[in-house]
């Protein structure tokens, strides 16, 4: 039963996740770009 509930939750964030995609992976990338760069990594990326 848990693992029934924990399934659906996981569907549902993951189409949260794709209505989402554009900007949460222009921000992953962004961020993910300046850490894998630590020459640009500034005190604001975290």
Not at 8 to 28: H, P, Y
């Amino acid at each position: 039963m848990r693992g029934l509930i924990f399934g659906i939750l996981l569907i549902l964030f993951g189409v949260c996740l794709i209505r989402d995609v554009g900007s949460v992976a222009t921000r992953l990338y962004t961020f993910f770009a300046d850490f894998m760069n630590p020459g640009r990594v500034t005190a604001g990326t975290f």
